[in-house]
């Protein structure tokens, strides 16, 4: 009875289907700025950069690379008792320089007041950047575009210096067109924050991409959406203006990728 009984558990090994192996599809490389579409197959935990990603159901997440990151990004994917560990090298790039002369003093150097409401303009874009981001991926299946057609007229990463006195670097693309000209969801995703008459950013409207990946927009003329609105890529959601500080009216788009900003061009020319 106990041969049988053995023979038994023998042939179930045999014959049972293995689990899958687990595997971690990333690029090799990857720019300063840039955001990285990874997918672990099945689905797993991820880290990378020693924070946990939110990975879609499907096995996808993704990363940020930081503009000033010098080292590589080591990401580590764990099921039980599976483990597997890619290496991501990071490579440089050359930052512009950026002049802007002509803004009025207050917004340069503001005052005790204008300060105070500075940094709560900014709390409350910050507390929705660093939110917990959606396990859902709107933004594989839509991709990204550019929210209107104009000129460029601010790149990602280039050193501001303002009234001649540097800044932090710009973390967008400033797109110069007409007054009223329209803006578009560059990606599938729901609005996650409505803000009007910010000191430095004037009207924003932030929408959420799914995975970390969220969008700003800044120095809107008029808004179009409300807060929890679902938006497809394409769908209008406001108006250029020149609200906020600004020397002429522009959009300036921002994507950021688990509180990391990353180059809002880049992500447009490589789709996940």
Known sequence: ??????????ALSVSAPSAAALELVLPDTAFQG??????????????????ALAVSENG?????????????????????????????????????????NGLPKKKVSPDKKTLKRIRADAARVTAVRTSAPSPAGWFLSSGF??????????VFGSQRILNKKPRSPHRGVDIAAPMGTPIVSPADGIVCLVARNMVLMGNTVMVDH???????????????????????????????GQTGRATGPHLHWGVFVNAVAVDPMRVVKKQP
Do not use: C
Request: hydrophobic residues 45%; glycine residues 10%; charged residues 25%.
């Open 34 to 51: 840039d955001m990285v579409v990874g997918r672990v197959v099945p689905p797993a935990k991820v880290w990378a950069r020693s924070k």
């Open 210 to 240: 799914g995975l970390g990946v969220r969008s700003i927009f800044i120095h809107l003329n008029r808004i179009l959406v409300q807060n929890g609105d679902r938006v497809a890529r394409g769908d209008l959601i406001g108006r250029v």
């Open 60 to 100: 996808y997440f993704v990363i940020g690379i930081p503009r000033d990151q010098k080292s590589d990004i080591v990401v580590l994917a764990k099921s039980g008792p599976a483990r597997i560990k890619r290496t991501v090298r990071v490579l440089a790039r050359n930052w512009q320089i950026e002049r802007i």
């Open 1 to 10: 009875m106990l041969y049988r009984s053995l023979l038994f558990l023998l």
């Open 145 to 154: 575009r550019l929210p209107l057609t104009g000129r460029i007229s601010g």
